[in-house]
């Protein structure tokens, strides 16, 4: 086994920091497994994918170590139903911000769906400073373009940057690809 890769169990909860990597089908139990993090102290999800709440009303876990904190672009009816990427991806950037200036730090910090992290909230905020139509078909002129694709990846370093930058558990939550 790597050097890097580690379990958290009993024995070594104080290991100050390691990062971890959940990753499965849709339904699999990668939300349901954060729960095993409670034991050993408060932690802290971001949760853009909103499944992380159903944590919340599990018995068998300490629900008051767990901070589910819910970023996700907020629907305006008054702009014909589009989301505001920019203000999400603001706000994804101050929850880490904000996290980092805690006392006393949380156990781990998870981000409970980069699948929706990647996709829809970084490649529409590039689609969206650049004038694109959010709701078009990628394989419309008014689709995804490369240049968007690249944008959007440095918008998710950008992110993953801050979110490495976190001295803990670090914990990324997604999807595999079908």
């Not at 050993?40 to 876990?61: E, H, N, S, T, W």
């Not at 006393?104 to 694109?132: K, S, W």
């Not at 801050?162 to 914990?171: N, Q, T």
Request: glycine share 6%.
């Amino acid at each position: 086994m790597s050097e890097s890769i580690r379990r958290i169990s009993s024995d070594t909860p104080e290991d100050p920091e390691s990062t971890i990597f959940i990753q499965g089908s849709m339904g699999s139990g990668k939300t349901w497994s954060l729960g095993s993090l409670t034991p050993f102290g408060r932690v802290v999800i971001l949760d853009p994918d909103r499944q992380a709440r159903k944590l919340l009303r599990r018995v068998d876990i300490d629900v008051a170590n767990l901070d589910v904190r819910e970023v996700y672009p907020v629907i305006d009816p008054s702009r014909d139903f589009s989301a505001d990427f920019i203000e999400c991806f603001k706000a994804m950037e101050q929850e880490l911000f904000s996290i980092f200036q805690e006392s006393p730090p949380p156990f781990a910090l998870v981000i409970d769906g980069m699948t929706t992290v990647c996709e829809d909230i970084c490649v529409n905020l590039a689609r969206q400073i650049n004038g694109r139509n959010l709701w078009a078909k990628t394989t419309d002129k008014e689709g995804t373009s490369l240049p968007d694709r690249n944008q959007a990846k440095e918008f998710v370093l950008r992110l993953m940057r801050l979110f490495m930058a976190f001295r803990g558990h670090r914990v990324l939550c997604t999807h595999n690809e079908q």
